[in-house]
C-alpha cells in the first residue's frame, strides 16, 4: 500500500493501479497465498465507511439536479448490465442461477475506484458517477439475492416478491437512513468534545448499515442517505476542531482502506487463478473478456436510448440546459470502474453453488480489466472528448470568500461596540478586510497585478518566519529549556497559522 500510494505519483500511474499490481506479485509468495479478502469485511467494514464519506463529500445540490438521470442509472442500468452479463455467461457454459449471480456482481460500479480512477473529470460528471456508484450497489444486492434464491435456495420468486424486495431495501433503507442522520445529528450538536464527536461520526455509518441489513433492507441506501443528511446538518452539528480532525481522519482511512482494497484484490485474483482447473482457463478467460467489454457497451447504448427518450419527452429550458455531448457518453462508459464490491458479492457466493470459482475468477478478472484497462485509457478519452473547462468549484470558492469578507467588514463595527473594542483595534482589523478584499477584487479581475504580488510576498515571508519560530522551538525543547509537551502544543499554533496562510494551496 505504502509503496503504491509513494510509486504512483512518479511514474505518473494511478495509486490504485500500482497496488493493484503490487497485489498481484506478492500473490506469488507462498505465505501470502493464504490471504484472503472475506466478503464480510467488505460488505461490513469497509462499504459503510467508503460510502458514508462519499456521501458526505458529494454535493447534494448537484445529486438533486441530475436526481433523474442517476436513479435511473443505479437502478435500470445496473438490471440490464446483470442480465445482459448473464446472457454471456450461459451462451458460454454457466448455468442460469451462477450467470446471473456473476452478472449481479459486475453490474454495480465502484464508488471507491471511481472516486480514485475517474479524477480527470469534470465536477459535474464526477458528481453524477459517484452519486450512482453510491445507489447502484443496493440494486445489486437486491438482485444478487434474488439470485441466489433461486439458484441455492429454489426459490421461485414472482413478481409481487421481487417487487416487495425491491420496495423493501429502498423504502426500508431510506426510512433507517433517515432516522440514522436525523439522530445522528441530535447526538453530534450535543458533544463538543472533537474526540468524542468524531468517535459518534465513526459509529453512525456502521450502526445504519447493520439496522438496515437486520430488517433485510439495503445498508447501502441507509449508509448514503445517512450520511447525505449529515452533510446538510454537520456545518451547524460541530464545532471547528471537530470538523478539522474529521476531514483529517476521514482522508487517512479512507486512503488506508481504498489502498488495502486493491492490494487485497490483486491477491484475491492469484487464488481465483489457482481455483480453476487448468483446462477450464481459456474458456473463462475468453468469457471474461466478453464480459468486460459488455458491461462498457450495454452502458454506453442504454444511455444513449434513455438520453434520447427523455430529449424527446422532455423540451423544457431546465432539462434543455442540462444536456451534455454524446462524446460524454463515452467517457462515462469508460469510467464505470468495477471495484472491491463486485469481488465482493462474488466471495460471498455459498460453497454449495456450482460454479462458484468460476464466478470469482471471472469477477475477479472484469475487475482487473477495469482498472487496468480503462483507468489507462480514461484519461485520453477525457482530453478526445473536449470537455469545456469547469471553474465553477473555483467560480464559487472566490464568491464564498468574497461574501464571507464583506460579512465580515459589515459586521465589525457592531462587534466591536458590543465587545468594547478599541477603536484603533477595529480600525486596524477594518483596514485589513479592506485589504484583502481589495486583494481578492483584484485577483478576480486580473487587475492590480503588484496588490496580488504584495499579498503573495506578504504569505511567503509569514510562512518564512512561522519555520524560524518551528525551528526556534524545537532547538529549545533540544537544549533542555522547554519540555516535549510545549513543544507540541507550540507546535500546534504554528502549523494552524501555517495552514491558515497556506489554505488555497491547499484546496488547489
Known amino acids: 500500500m505504502l509503496l503504491g500510494a509513494w510509486l504512483g505519483p512518479r511514474i505518473k ?13 506478492v500473490g506469488f509468495i507462498p505465505p501470502v497465498r493464504e490471504i484472503h479478502l472475506p466478503s464480510e469485511a467488505v460488505l461490513v467494514l469497509f462499504l459503510p465507511a467508503l460510502l458514508f464519506w462519499e456521501s458526505l463529500t458529494t454535493s447534494l445540490r448537484e445529486i438533486r439536479r441530475d436526481l ?12 440490464a448490465s446483470a442480465f445482459g452479463v448473464a446472457g454471456i455467461g450461459v451462451a458460454l457454459g454457466l448455468g442460469w442461477g451462477a450467470a446471473l449471480i456473476l ?5 454495480p460500479t465502484d464508488a471507491t475506484a471511481v472516486g480514485a480512477m475517474a479524477r480527470s473529470l469534470p465536477h459535474r460528471n464526477m458528481t453524477i458517477l459517484r452519486a450512482e456508484s453510491l445507489v447502484n450497489d443496493g440494486t445489486a444486492l437486491v438482485v444478487y439475492s434474488i439470485a441466489v434464491g433461486a439458484a441455492v435456495g429454489h426459490i421461485a420468486y414472482t413478481g409481487w416478491q421481487i417487487t416487495g424486495l425491491v420496495a423493501l431495501a429502498y423504502v426500508g433503507g431510506g426510512v433507517i437512513g433517515v432516522a440514522a442522520g436525523w439522530l445522528g445529528t441530535l447526538i453530534l450538536r450535543r458533544l463538543a468534545d472533537p474526540i468524542v464527536n468524531n468517535t459518534a461520526l465513526l459509529v453512525i455509518p456502521f450502526v445504519a448499515f447493520l439496522a438496515a441489513e437486520l430488517i433485510h433492507a439495503s445498508g447501502v441506501i441507509a449508509v448514503v442517505i445517512a450520511g447525505l443528511i449529515l452533510s446538510q446538518t454537520g456545518p451547524r452539528a460541530s464545532t471547528p476542531q471537530s470538523r478539522q480532525q474529521t476531514f ?36 473463462l478467460i475468453a468469457l471474461t473478456v466478453l464480459a468486460w467489454v459488455a458491461i462498457i457497451v450495454i452502458r454506453f447504448v442504454f444511455q444513449m436510448v434513455t438520453v434520447t427518450l427523455i430529449r424527446l419527452l422532455d423540451r423544457r429550458p431546465s432539462q434543455r440546459a442540462r444536456r451534455m455531448s454524446h462524446r ?65 468549484l473555483d467560480d464559487e470558492l472566490a464568491a464564498a470568500q468574497h461574501a464571507a469578507a464583506d460579512e465580515a467588514l459589515l459586521a465589525i463595527p457592531q462587534l466591536a461596540a458590543q465587545l468594547n473594542v478599541p477603536d484603533e483595534v477595529r480600525d486596524h482589523l477594518l483596514e485589513e478586510y479592506r485589504e484583502h478584499l481589495d486583494v481578492m477584487n483584484a485577483s478576480a479581475h486580473g487587475e492590480d497585478q503588484a496588490l496580488a504580488a504584495r499579498e503573495q510576498d506578504d504569505t511567503a515571508l509569514r510562512l518564512a518566519l512561522l519555520e524560524r519560530k518551528r525551528d526556534a522551538m524545537i532547538r529549545l525543547r533540544d537544549d533542555g529549556q522547554i519540555d516535549d509537551t510545549t513543544l507540541r502544543i507550540m507546535q500546534t499554533r504554528l502549523d494552524r497559522e501555517a495552514l491558515r496562510l497556506s489554505q488555497p494551496e491547499l484546496l488547489e
Open 328 to 392: 460524454a457518453r463515452v467517457v462515462s462508459a469508460m469510467a464505470g470502474f468495477r471495484g472491491a464490491i463486485s469481488l465482493a458479492v462474488a466471495l460471498a457466493v455459498p460453497a454449495t453453488l456450482s460454479g462458484r470459482a468460476e464466478i470469482i475468477f471471472v469477477a475477479a478478472g472484469v475487475v482487473i480489466l477495469t482498472l487496468a484497462v480503462q483507468g489507462v485509457l480514461l484519461p485520453p478519452v477525457v482530453r478526445w472528448a473536449g470537455f469545456a473547462p469547469d471553474t465553477t
Open 68 to 79: 433523474r438521470g442517476i436513479l435511473i442509472l443505479s437502478t435500470l442500468l445496473v438490471v
Open 103 to 107: 452478472g449481479a456482481a459486475l453490474a
Open 13 to 25: 500511474v494511478p495509486a490504485p493501479l500500482v497496488q493493484l499490481a503490487l497485489g498481484l506479485c
Open 248 to 283: 483529517a481522519f476521514w482522508s487517512l482511512v479512507s486512503s488506508i482502506l481504498n489502498g488495502a482494497l486493491f492490494v487485497l484484490i490483486g491477491i484475491e485474483a492469484q487464488s481465483a487463478v489457482r481455483a480453476v482447473p487448468n483446462p477450464e482457463i481459456p474458456a
